[in-house]
């Protein structure tokens, strides 16, 4: 079966990126920008919180090897889904949680396990989550790819990115590469 394509807002990319770069069934993972109103925006136009845009991921996942359900269970597990456009002290809106799909089936599944998540009172606080069609999509620039594993102990990858590798390790051990 090909590889499926979804993209994941959960706060800075670096953390996510540094998350699903370490999946079983993760083909690849790219840092971008989505859904905002400008083109090939940078790095200094998201941060403005202008343009529109979430800070995200790309991900291509092989769905014989890890469901998009269990994909998106990672991801709620490892970001806090339930704080409106911020992660942490990373605060705008660029950093809201977001997943952008690529088609209806992605969407309606990403709705029924967000509908799933509340019912079953997942977190102490609703989920702010949005689920949308992908409208566009531009790569972060080079120096964003592969930033933890470039850069571990650089201060923001040592206390932001590093717990949150540890916490998806411990709590998502089965889904380790090998």
């Known amino acids: 079966m090909a590889a499926e394509t979804i ?16 999946v079983r069934g993760i083909v690849d993972v790219q840092s971008g920008y989505a859904n905002g109103h400008l083109d090939h ?13 979430a800070e995200v991921v790309k991900l291509e996942f092989d769905p014989a090897v890890i469901s998009l359900r269990d994909v998106l269970l990672i991801f709620f597990g490892t970001h806090d889904p339930t704080t409106l456009n911020r992660q942490g002290n990373d605060v705008g809106t660029q ?17 029924a396990l967000l509908q799933e998540m509340q019912n ?10 949005q689920i949308e069609p992908l ?44």
């Not at 993209?7 to 370490?22: I, Q």
């Not at 950093?95 to 709705?111: G, L, M, N, P, V």
């Not at 079953?120 to 989550?129: G, L, N, R, S």
Request: charged content about 20%; glycine content about 8%.
């Open 7 to 22: 993209y994941l807002g959960g706060g800075c990319f670096w953390c996510t990126e540094a998350v699903f770069d370490r």
């Open 41 to 53: 925006p940078s790095y200094d136009d998201i941060c403005t919180g202008q343009t529109g845009h």
């Open 95 to 111: 950093y809201r949680s977001a997943i952008f799909t690529t088609d209806a089936q992605q969407t309606a599944e990403a709705q």
């Open 120 to 129: 079953e009172k997942a977190f102490d606080a609703p989920m702010v989550t």
């Open 135 to 178: 409208t566009n999509y531009w790569p972060a620039e080079d120096y964003h790819q592969d930033y933890f594993l470039q850069h571990p102990g650089q201060g923001y990858c040592a206390f932001v990115v590093g717990p949150k590798v540890q916490k998806f390790q411990k709590a998502f051990s089965r889904w380790l590469k090998d």
